[in-house]
């Protein structure tokens, strides 16, 4: 148990669908991000929030809509996405992001399958 | 560019030793991480390693050359649970994380 939770943890959607992935921290931390990771390739950093602010966004799309609504939970809304998206989608936290020795907390992941 | 390399895969065997190496090449340099990741599970903290030299946890070890932008973790009496995939991440400049695709590591009795 790593503190960082995420649902669902398997997803299937079809490309013309509306679907959201929730990350919920128990850890008090003041940083979140969305990452994608795909099979035999880096993490991909998506999105940052820190305090609730977006702080970083790495030329991602805009099918996927992050929301941070308090320093506890984050949200990535997806809609028209493309058989290419489907990846594992990992949401992490750290106490924040001025501190190089600056620990992630990861969840477990959405598996998510675009048909 | 920012790049950092790891081995695709590696099999060791029950009991025995394996290093598991990273190289890399960043704007910059604050200190690297090694996370494992079991399959289907979140990756998982293991060291955080910023002057030069061996740090040892456990059956775990993880060095750090800077001057080579090389750095390996040692894992040592391998357990069948220690299969998993191995993530080596370096913090650059910016305090962002670059990270590497990972070292799947098969463990054989």
């Known amino acids: 148990e790593t503190g960082v939770t995420q649902t669902p943890r398997h997803l299937v959607m079809g490309m013309t669908n509306k679907k959201s992935l929730k990350c919920e921290q128990h850890?008090?931390?003041?940083?979140m991000y969305w990452y994608k990771q795909s099979a035999k390739k880096p993490l991909e950093l998506m999105f940052v929030y820190s305090l609730e602010e977006r702080v970083e966004n790495n030329s991602v799309p805009s099918r996927f809509s992050p929301e941070c609504p308090n320093s506890s939970h984050l949200f990535l809304h997806l809609h028209t996405l493309q058989p290419e998206d489907s990846a594992l989608y990992l949401c992490?936290?750290?106490?924040?992001?001025?501190?190089?020795?600056?620990?992630?907390?990861f969840g477990a992941g959405t598996r998510l399958s675009v048909l | 560019g920012q790049n950092i390399d790891q081995p695709t895969e590696m099999t060791a065997t029950e009991g025995a030793i394996v290093q598991i190496n990273c190289t890399y090449q960043t704007s910059g340099f604050n200190g690297l991480f090694w996370y494992q990741q079991h399959a289907g599970e979140a990756p998982t903290f293991l060291s955080y390693?910023?002057l030069d030299g061996l740090e040892e946890k456990g059956r775990f070890s993880s060095f750090l050359s800077r001057s080579k932008g090389y750095s390996y973790l040692l894992l040592k009496e391998l357990q069948m649970k220690d299969s998993a995939s191995y993530l080596c991440a370096v913090v650059d400049s910016n305090y962002q994380l670059i990270w590497g695709a990972g070292t799947k590591l098969i463990i054989k009795p």
């Open positions: 992490a936290s750290s106490q924040d992001m001025e501190n190089a020795k600056n620990i992630q907390y």
């Open positions: 390693n910023v």
């Open positions: 850890l008090g931390h003041n940083a």
